[in-house]
């Protein structure tokens, strides 16, 4: 069974920085797109970055481009979000999972991916 945990959430000030961990269990990491996904209460969840399993493109939604940089261990199963000059809209709970033909700035029903982390909150406030 495939397992998607995420960690490194946390309260920041505007302006921060955090950095996401996403570990992943079976075989699905080495050989997928993976991106990061966030969802605020009353929204839908949006695809906010993307990178490609042997290329490493990555690609983002506008709203994080410049600010946030998406990377991967594929030797470790590993998933990364490096978020810097965090703004209080950033606030979200933010999972990984697959992100093979989605756009970033889209967004998800999250029944259509079969499972998910349990996510992991990240608040940016003063």
């Known amino acids: 069974q495939v397992q998607l945990v995420e960690s490194g959430g946390g309260l920041v000030q505007p302006g921060g920085s955090l950095r996401l961990s996403c570990a992943a269990s079976?075989?699905?990491?080495?050989?997928?797109?993976m991106g990061w996904y966030r969802q605020t209460p009353g929204k839908q969840r949006e695809l906010v970055a993307k990178?490609?399993?042997?290329?490493?493109?990555?690609s983002y939604a506008d709203s994080v481009k410049g600010r946030f940089t998406i990377s991967r261990d594929n030797a470790k199963n590993t998933l990364y979000l490096q978020m810097n000059s965090l703004k209080p809209e950033d606030t979200a709970v933010y999972y990984c999972?697959?992100?093979?033909?989605?756009?970033?700035?889209?967004?998800?029903?999250?029944?259509?991916?079969?499972?998910w982390g349990q996510g992991t909150q990240v608040t940016v406030s003063s």
């Open positions: 999972n697959r992100a093979r033909d989605i756009l970033p700035g889209r967004v998800v029903d999250p029944a259509d991916f079969g499972f």
């Open positions: 079976g075989s699905i990491f080495s050989t997928y797109t």
């Open positions: 990178i490609f399993s042997i290329s490493r493109t990555t």
